[in-house]
């Protein structure tokens, strides 16, 4: 299973990324999806989780209202994470998960740890200045 993360970058404060996390889409509509992220001398902390394009749960409370999650409908190959109104603290390195063994309503309930998803992208950094 591969997970190919894309799209970070360095942005001012106040600017917008759009990352991309692509799979196949077996993995998009079966599994637990989920955006991770973590800074220097931090632990892991979970961002947003979806399942197969439908419900989703924020698992960061500072990202409410300027992150956002989606599913890419057409190949359902793809799953998106829209960052707005970025902030200095976003920085850290961003992590595409997927979680085969994670229930669905589970999943869609915010509830699922770092160590419940096995299967991980390399990352892509995203700094805010």
């Known amino acids: 299973v591969q997970l190919v993360e894309s799209g970070g970058g360095s942005v001012q404060t106040g600017g917008s990324l759009l990352l991309s996390c692509t799979t196949t889409?077996?993995?998009?509509?079966?599994?637990?999806m989920g955006w991770f992220r973590q800074a220097p001398g931090k632990e892991r902390e979970g961002v947003l989780v979806?399942?197969?394009?439908?419900?989703?749960?924020?698992q960061s409370d500072s990202v409410k209202g300027r992150f956002t999650i989606s599913q890419d409908s057409a190949t359902n190959t793809t799953v998106y994470l829209q960052m707005n109104s970025l902030k200095p603290e976003d920085t850290a390195m961003y992590y595409c998960?997927?979680?085969?063994?994670?229930?669905?309503?589970?999943?869609?309930?915010?509830?699922?740890?770092?160590?419940?998803?096995?299967?991980w992208g390399q990352g892509t950094q995203v700094t805010v200045s």
């Open positions: 979806i399942y197969d394009g439908g419900d989703f749960a924020y």
């Open positions: 889409e077996m993995i998009i509509r079966h599994y637990c």
């Open positions: 998960a997927a979680g085969q063994w994670i229930p669905r309503s589970y999943c869609t309930a915010g509830y699922a740890g770092s160590n419940e998803y096995n299967y």
